[in-house]
């Protein structure tokens, strides 16, 4: 390119040139401060994405509100845990100690029908003695000295 045919450009264009290297060092500037942004922009269709399930929040919370009710369910079963365990032990010897209560109920249901058994006898030999001491009891009331006679 020719020199002399710059200087006879006009001032203003003159002007305009001398601003050109300060116009592309700050365009520099902004083309690498500016860079980031197609990292910003793939980051806000991530978040866009991910923030799509929002509108079904409270469906969730819905249906998970039964949660702390059931947390403290199984908070009280862990701390009735070793009672129950104990229960359990115990239990185990149910059958054992049922057929032992069983055959003593068996015995004391033989020695009750036993008992019945006497107190009948017992009740027939009193009426038999009542009947023999009551015409003793009506000639004791005939004699002289006694309460009814």
Do not use: C, F, W
Request: net charge negative; aromatic share 0%; hydrophobic share 45%.
């Amino acid at each position: 390119m020719d020199l002399p045919l710059i200087g006879s450009l006009p001032a203003h264009v003159l002007g305009a040139l001398r601003v050109l290297p300060s116009l592309d060092a700050r365009l520099k500037a902004v083309e690498e401060h500016t860079a980031v942004l197609t990292d910003v922009r793939a980051a806000i269709v991530d978040v866009a994405r991910d923030t799509s399930a929002l509108p079904a929040l409270p469906e969730v919370a819905r249906a998970t509100s039964i949660l702390p009710d059931m947390q403290r369910s199984m908070e009280e079963i862990e701390r009735a845990m070793p009672t129950l365990v104990d229960v359990q032990r115990h239990l185990a010897t149910l059958p054992e100690t049922m057929a032992k209560l069983d055959e003593g109920l068996n015995a004391l249901a033989a020695t009750l029908d036993r008992l019945l058994t006497s107190l009948n006898r017992l009740d027939d030999n009193v009426a038999s003695l009542r009947g023999a001491v009551e015409p003793l009891g009506r000639i004791a009331d005939r004699l002289p000295g006694s309460r009814r006679g």
